[in-house]
Structures are given as C-alpha cells and as structure tokens.
C-alpha cells in the first residue's frame, strides 16, 4: 500500500509484494522507500533521446524530453512535468534539510526533488531518478 509514512490514498495502490514483483530492487528502493540512486549510475541521466518519461511504477507520463536539460548533477533533470497534475509535491524534511519531494501523483512512486535553481522559462530543477523512470521514445507527439 502507500508507504507508511503518509495516509493519501492514491488512485494506483499495490501491496509491498505486488511492487516487489513489478519492479527490480533498485526501483522497489527508489520508488516506494525513497531511496536515491548513486549519480552517474541510472538509466538516462544523459540521453538525448526524443520521448517521454513514463513512472516505472504506473505508467503515467511525467516529463517529455523537450524539458530535460544537463544539469550537471548526474541525474535526469528537466524543468517542468509534462503536466501540473502529473506529480505531486510534499515537504521532505530528511537528511538534516528542508527540500521538496516529487512524487508521481496517480501512484506515490518517490521520483527526485525540485529545487529553484534551474533554467528559464521556469526557473526549477526537477532533479529525477533515472530507475524511476521509463522513456518511451514512439510517443514524443504525445507530449506536447
């Protein structure tokens, strides 16, 4: 079910088991424990590939290609979802700092952190894990 740490109910809710069995252990970490993948390490953090990102846990698309952008930081980053409603954002308080959490919003799946420092037109970097992810390159059209 959602993790233990918050009582929403997503529209999308499995049982630790069902996850287990979907996803690889790295992807069981990051999505629903919200763990961190090692920079430089997950899939795409440097594809160029046209697309859109899927979440490795529900499908739901969450951010086209046309936004990505190297940050620098060995993680996809993009600066904006590929809609408002795609992701959802909470405080995370952990690590002894205060950052804002993303998190796809039709299952709870951990995706990264935002932070205000990126490129125009909006000014935010959506600084994602890569195992949290899938691209589909045959729906690039389907982004815009």
């Not at 904006?80 to 995370?92: H, L, M, S």
């Not at 894990?129 to 390159?137: D, E, I």
Request: proline fraction near 5%; charge should be negative; include cysteine.
């Amino acid at each position: 079910m959602a993790r233990k740490k918050d009582n929403i109910v997503w529209p999308v809710m499995k049982t630790d088991d069902a996850w287990r069995e979907q996803l690889t252990d790295e992807q069981f970490h990051i999505t629903r424990q919200a763990g961190t993948e090692r920079a430089f390490t997950g899939p795409n953090w440097d594809t160029k590939a046209a697309g859109t990102y899927h979440c490795v846990c529900c499908d739901q698309a969450l951010f086209a290609s046309q936004t990505k952008y190297d940050s620098g930081t060995g993680w996809p980053s993009f600066y904006q979802p590929v809609a408002a409603e795609a992701v959802a954002e909470r405080a995370d308080n952990s690590l002894f700092s205060r950052r804002t959490e993303v998190v796809c919003s039709n299952c709870g799946a951990h995706l990264g952190h935002v932070f205000p420092d990126g490129p125009a037109p909006t000014g935010q970097r959506y600084c994602m894990n890569g195992h949290s992810m899938t691209l589909r390159q045959d729906d690039a059209e389907d982004a815009s």
